[in-house]
């Protein structure tokens, strides 16, 4: 299991340089990376933007309050992506690979997560759907 501690509080740190333009700009960088992929993000709604390749199938989740994502697309190569961000790369948004301290999360979306999720092994689309 990856503990996914140490890059969201990476992130944190850098919360004060990150906003809504930034953001914006992540997933439009990760979109234009791949072909016919596009953004699925509703502002002032979400937690997370999403960029989803042609297939529907999700290329990179990117966090609204903090530089933090998973880029889901092996074929890329995230250092020319957003450097403020601190990306972690899956191959398989649903392989429970992580690990993560619920109270961390909470900390960075402000609010008690559900007890529904194994904090102790959780894939990517877990994290999300925990924060949505």
């Known amino acids: 299991m990856i503990d996914?501690?140490?890059p969201i509080s990476k992130a944190m740190a850098k919360r004060g340089q990150w906003d809504t333009s930034s953001f914006v700009a992540a997933l439009h960088a990760v979109a234009s990376s791949i072909e016919n992929a596009r953004?699925?993000?509703?502002?002032g709604d979400e937690e997370w933007g999403r960029v989803l390749k042609a297939d529907g199938q999700v290329a990179a989740l990117v966090c609204v309050r903090v530089?933090?994502?998973?880029?889901c697309a092996p074929e890329m190569d995230?250092?020319?992506?957003?450097?403020?961000?601190t990306w972690v790369?899956?191959?398989?948004?649903e392989e429970p690979a992580f690990t993560v301290d619920k109270?961390?999360?909470?900390?960075?979306?402000g609010r008690e997560?559900?007890?529904n999720v194994n904090y102790g092994a959780l894939s990517?689309?877990?994290?999300?759907?925990?924060?949505v």
Not at 39 to 43: G, P, R
Not at 89 to 93: G, L, Q, R, T, Y
Not at 103 to 109: D, P
Not at 124 to 131: I, L
């Open 67 to 71: 530089p933090f994502g998973f880029l």
């Open 39 to 43: 953004i699925d993000w509703e502002q």
């Open 113 to 115: 997560l559900s007890e």
């Open 124 to 131: 990517a689309q877990d994290v999300w759907w925990a924060t």
């Open 103 to 109: 109270s961390l999360l909470e900390a960075v979306f």
């Open 78 to 85: 995230s250092s020319h992506l957003s450097p403020e961000l």
């Open 4 to 6: 996914l501690r140490q």
């Open 89 to 93: 790369c899956v191959e398989d948004i």
